[in-house]
């Protein structure tokens, strides 16, 4: 097929991107629409850059891992998704492309890695089972994002990483605030210097008191044999608490509304945990499809991208909730890709942790905190319900990612 060079769109107007779901658990017919559409779409960002819109999970993957497709925020024309980005993210290693990112991204793997990722669920079992035990102990109702979701999370990357407990909350309060594309310019920058002034204080004082930690390896090890600087630890540890507590803590919340809103899919995984939970986990990650603005790229040369040319200096934007339900990519079961079907095999490409060399590197411990999370809390839990009306529940629709501020529960 030959390649289209004019300008293919769905209607005469460019869409505005950010396109939000509507709904949690519903594609946006206007993603939907552009899936199929042939070609590819454009579509306008708040700065009156006009990408062009992937949608396919064939054109998604392709650009995730093709190297003219860069992930450098600061190269001229790259498609911010706020005025903050440049000056929060900048420095962080996910940012760069090549060699530079190989060598950041290597320093931090070897810790999680699926072998080091299961010698930490016995940990994260022990944390899960704390965390239930006060949940309780409190009794119900009570918000499962703020005593479930977000303290197991936080716990887990805390301790892996070597930030002290006392500070996790604040750090939590301002990872909120950076990944709120809602909050002004300042705030978010704000929030981003308080991060990194807890990981230059941790990293200080783990140079003074070396532990086994993740930060404390990065200081000691790493800075020491000059692979790299003192402050590009700092910011590694900043990518680090935030990658590691925020996403995990939108699936587990978003994902438990999911099994209550589907009970059969709670008896399915409740009759054989061992057997559905890593289904179970494979299919929420596809399902819900939180990252909802990113990824992103920008191409350094013509690249020839689903029948249309990409070329040098223009933008990407991708959805990965519209690639993670392309019929193409996953083929139709008894269950629609529209369905929650916690039994669905087969569907470990999907994109919901990117692909190719940005992909995911806590990937492997989030799959374990899913696993045991919501095994645990039904074991524990089998009366779990909804406390709240359905019209009562808020989501973080200016987020990064997809997710629930608040899900009142009782049991």
């Known amino acids: 097929m030959r390649a289209r060079t004019d300008d293919h ?6 869409l505005a991107y950010p396109i939000v779901r509507d709904t949690p658990f519903e594609l946006s017919p206007i993603l939907a629409k552009a899936r199929e559409a042939e070609g590819l779409t454009r579509v306008q960002t708040w700065n009156g850059r006009e990408p062009w819109l992937l949608c396919k999970h064939a054109d998604v993957r392709q650009a995730l891992q093709d190297g003219r497709f860069s992930a450098d925020i600061q190269a001229e024309g790259y498609p911010h998704n706020s005025p903050a980005q440049l000056e929060t993210e900048g420095a962080l290693f996910i940012r760069m492309d090549g060699a530079e990112h190989a060598l950041r991204r290597r320093t931090i793997i070897s810790a999680l890695t699926p072998k080091q990722a299961e010698r930490h669920r016995p940990r994260v079992l022990e944390i899960v089972d704390e965390t239930l035990d006060e949940m309780v102990a409190h009794g119900g109702p009570v918000d499962l994002i703020e005593h479930f979701a977000l303290r197991i999370t936080t716990a887990v990357i805390c301790e892996i990483l070597g930030v002290e407990h006392q500070t996790a909350k604040r750090v939590v309060d301002a990872m909120e605030d950076i990944f709120d594309l809602a909050a002004t310019p300042e705030e978010r920058v704000r929030a981003n210097e308080f991060v990194l002034d807890v990981m230059r204080d941790t990293a200080q004082a783990k140079k003074e008191k070396p532990d086994e930690t993740l930060l404390s390896r990065l200081v000691n090890v790493t800075v020491v ?19 590691g507590h925020e996403t995990t803590a939108n699936m587990l919340g978003l994902g438990t509304l999911a099994l209550l809103k589907n009970p059969d899919q709670i008896d399915i995984l409740m009759s054989d945990p061992e057997t559905f939970a890593p289904t179970t986990v494979e299919e929420m990650l596809r399902y819900l499809s939180i990252v909802q603005v990113e990824p992103s790229r920008i191409a350094t040369e013509d690249v020839e991208v689903g029948g249309q040319v990409v070329q040098a200096g223009e933008g990407v934007v991708m959805s990965l909730m519209a690639a993670n339900r392309d019929p193409r990519a996953f083929g139709t079961a008894e269950r629609s890709l529209d369905e929650l079907d916690v039994t669905r095999t087969g569907i470990t490409h999907h994109v919901a942790f990117g692909y190719g060399p940005h992909q995911c590197v806590g990937q492997n411990l989030a799959r374990v905190e899913m696993q045991v999370a919501w095994c645990r809390l039904f ?31 009782d049991w």
């Open 9 to 14: 769109r769905l209607s005469e107007e460019h």
């Open 225 to 243: 044999n000059g692979d790299l600087e003192f402050e590009e630890i700092v910011t590694i540890g900043r990518f680090v608490i935030g990658a």
């Open 379 to 409: 074991q524990r839990l089998p009366g779990l319900r909804l406390a709240m009306a359905e019209e009562d529940l808020e989501f973080k629709r200016t987020g990064l990612n997809y997710g629930l501020t608040k899900l009142l529960v």
